[in-house]
DNA sequence: CTGAAAGCGCTTACAG
DNA sequence: CTGAAAGCGCTTACAG
């Protein structure tokens, strides 16, 4: 590819010459003790001219760490490039990595369980400090084989459990208040909540604080289970829409911004109006909210902000940190045009 | 975080309780000759057993190879994560990584111009065996610096030049050549262009070879510059859709989904009726598009495959290939809701 | 404050 | 086919 020849910079030409030992010009250039301010000025001076970067390999041997984190992605593509979630989430991510300096190792796969794989070779090739997890799921099998590697984790999640590994809790209870506050303040009785799969915990709970906080309400709360997908969002919210009129919902919350999208155009499909005859929220705000008309009501959970706590956590773990457990701020409801006053 | 310790297995553990060298083991495991087949087999067996999987760090070093790619991309974090072209892109990508067993480190900058220093670092630390490289810039500062560090790499692009990188080349003419039948199918005279910025190659090239081509058909063509972003295809349509009737565009093709979406509400919002008075093609395909009224007619270019290419040819180059150009698939024209007939 | 030395876990000529 | 040995480029006790 290349006629020039790409001469390696390296500790030991820097050493040569400025004639001292190897050692001090890494203590010089790690800022450790045990070199003199003179020396290690002459040290950062002529490895800056002479654009030095250290072997990542080589201090990875010999330091045991990588500086890099681990990402491992386990969902349906269609979904996930038009969701615009993990991008959010890679992005505040990257904005960590940014400033520490440190790096992403990303992988997404399929969503049948060849994760698990990547997650193990990953650990045992030490190719990574330690990973974010997402999408805890019931007995999640990642968390007891990064445990038993020592490899620090966090999960970002809604449950707060004591296992030992990083979690970043989303506050879900706060969550589910503003939403019903919302949706009571427009006097909505009958309220549906189109979740996804029930499998992932954060769905659960969901789904169980929105039955138990809507009833305390006096609401009549219903669920149904559907799969992020357009066509799944599509078929529920029909089926919702063509139950009888007295047990029919007057308002909709939807699991994510794709589905909320689908409710929408069906809700459109059967000349329902929106909002005058039906309310719908979107979980998880995106452009798509933004681009629909009416625009979609939705939360706004400062992802980018909470993929950033979720890095610095694990960088304090990476780092000896023993205190793993942090809630993440709690989201803003973005009123848009899709709720309104109920209508029956 | 965990009190089992993380004993790690080295090809010294299976050298000793085989009782041959560390080499063999080497050999072994890299199915390269100088080992029996049974001692292979062997070591196959044990390695397994024990889990085995060799430190990325000390095989980097020896070998100088790091089996990861790199990937930077310096976009607007607003645009980025409405697309879904990156996303895709990224898709494609770990596709083929999960058959080769190669990882990628990727890095989400501004666009600032941080870019080119990551770049540097990367290749310096020897973090990436090479880079696949978008959005191309008149005299792009990324191709001399990487080849002058030897860095294999190659660049997803529209233009054929002969400078010794790798280089994965879209069709552009092919595409134009479709989008312009098929308005010229439907009596279209007056077609304007909203491009994405010019400063990248490829909308350049787009812009060029519509002006060219349309003319050839006699068509008037228009073309005005675009940022990928909502408001500035809100406002570039308006100012389109506002000109004197008889110099006023009868369709539009734009740089992508969002500034797609937003000349769809912009005709909207006049009163322009889609695709009665106006046609619209979105360059790029996305939920957007399937899930605006009218569905918007657009190119899928078939991302995921491109992606998938691209980082086949990087590895090749990494391997010693010296064929660095390919041409990359023609794309379907998804024929939707948005385009007909010309009015006028 | 400074240097000599061992070691991280592999790969790769080089001899047998 | 097999082994002993050097080396990749750092870090880190350990002596001075």
Not at 118 to 143: C, K, M, N
Not at 304 to 315: G, I, S
Request: net charge neutral.
């Amino acid at each position: 590819m290349s006629s020039t020849r790409p001469e390696r910079v390296t500790i030991s030409d820097i050493a040569r010459r400025l004639d001292i030992s190897k050692a001090s010009v890494s203590y010089a250039l790690n800022g450790r003790p045990g070199v003199s301010a003179e020396t290690r000025q002459r040290v950062l001076e002529l490895a800056d001219e002479l654009s030095f970067h250290p072997s990542s390999a080589a201090v990875a041997l010999a330091a045991s760490r990588s500086g890099t984190i681990g990402i491992v992605i386990a969902r349906d593509p269609k979904v996930i490039t038009a969701e615009g979630f993990y991008m959010r989430t890679l992005f505040g991510v990257e904005q960590y990595l940014n400033e520490a300096d440190g790096s992403l190792l990303l992988r997404l796969t399929g969503e049948n369980g060849e994760d698990i794989d990547v997650y193990r070779r990953w650990a045992r090739q030490r190719r990574v400090d330690g990973f974010i997890l997402y999408d805890e799921l019931d007995d999640d099998p990642r968390i007891p084989l990064l445990v038993s590697m020592g490899m620090p984790c966090v999960m970002v999640t809604s449950r707060d459990l004591d296992d030992h590994i990083g979690r970043l809790i989303t506050p879900e209870l706060e969550t589910v208040t503003v939403l019903l506050d919302h949706l009571n303040a427009f006097g909505h009785r009958r309220i549906a909540h189109i979740s996804g799969p029930m499998s992932y915990i954060h769905e659960r709970v969901r789904a169980d604080l929105l039955t138990r906080e809507g009833r305390r309400r006096g609401m009549r709360m219903r669920h149904v289970e559907g799969s992020y997908g357009y066509e799944s969002g599509a078929e529920r919210t029909r089926h919702l829409l063509t139950l009888p009129a007295r047990s029919r919902p007057t308002a909709l919350i939807v699991g994510n911004d794709i589905m909320a999208t689908a409710a929408l155009r069906t809700a459109g499909e059967l000349a329902i109006d929106v909002p005058g005859a039906l309310s719908i929220i979107a979980w998880d705000d995106s452009v798509l909210c933004e681009v629909a008309r009416p625009r979609l009501t939705a939360m706004d959970h400062g992802l980018m902000e909470k993929a950033r706590l979720a890095t610095d956590l694990l960088f304090r773990l990476i780092g000896g940190d023993t205190e793993p457990h942090r809630l993440s701020p709690v989201g803003t409801l973005l009123v848009r045009d899709s709720t309104g006053p109920a209508s029956s």
